[in-house]
């Protein structure tokens, strides 16, 4: 079985600009999770998805993050404009509805802010 | 006070000892609760769930859970320096909202 797939693996920008991370989930697992892992920190919630539809996303900066889950599937998660404080990983993960916690992770995409 | 706090760490054991890892919560709403393992560089990955009082088991791994205490904790039996890693302590809130402590980092010395 395919594990949760992102895209890119690393990221570098200046301040000030835009970043798009990608995600596509494990096949069937209608939970997508998008969480923001600051070094030495633990991850925290940015936005949950629920097949299309947004179950959580108290914690979203929404004046410069935005999230977008196409036909329940894949996702984007959006940074515009990046901010120092915005360097970090951000995990994508997925689970299946009836098991929300058993999360699977992907590997993440390391976001470097200059 | 935060929503999931665990032992700020770091915790190092003696290959072969116990290794204890603790964490408390503050909603009382709480149901479920989760023990995720995290390798340097490495995404987490889950290694232990418990959603009833009492203990949970599985190999080397305990889990014991205390609502009454709101109190989570891990034990790793014949810890192994492949133990090695940082241990998440996450919650199922109210609202179905996953949250995590900040970890507690442990090394096994051989």
């Known amino acids: 079985e395919a594990g949760v797939a992102q895209s890119p693996r690393y990221k570098i920008i200046e301040k000030r600009q835009s970043v798009a991370f990608w995600c596509n989930p494990i096949?069937?697992?209608?939970?997508l999770y998008w969480y923001q892992q600051i070094l030495g920190q633990g991850p925290k919630l940015l936005i949950q998805f629920q097949n299309n539809g947004v179950v959580d996303d108290s914690q979203l900066p929404k004046d410069r993050f935005s999230a977008e889950r196409l036909k329940g599937v894949d996702s984007t998660l959006k940074i515009q404009p990046a901010k120092l404080e915005d360097s970090a990983v951000y995990l994508c993960?997925?689970?299946?509805?009836?098991?929300?916690?058993?999360?699977?992770f992907g590997e993440g995409s390391r976001l470097t802010v200059l | 006070q935060k929503e999931v706090e665990q032992n700020s760490g770091p915790l190092s054991v003696p290959e072969g000892a116990i290794a204890s890892l603790n964490c408390t919560y503050s909603?009382?709403?709480?149901?479920?609760f989760f023990w995720y393992r995290q390798y340097s560089g490495k995404s987490p990955e889950l290694i232990m769930f418990i959603y009833s009082n009492g203990d949970k088991e599985d190999g080397r791994f305990t889990a014991q859970l205390n609502k009454a205490s709101q109190y989570v904790s891990l034990l790793i039996r014949d810890s192994q320096p492949s133990d090695s890693a940082t241990y998440l302590c996450a919650v199922e809130s109210s609202g179905s909202r996953l949250t995590f402590g900040e970890g507690t980092q442990l090394t096994v010395n051989p």
């Open positions: 909603d009382r709403g709480s149901q479920s």
């Open positions: 993960a997925s689970s299946l509805v009836r098991e929300i916690g058993e999360l699977f």
């Open positions: 096949s069937g697992h209608a939970t």
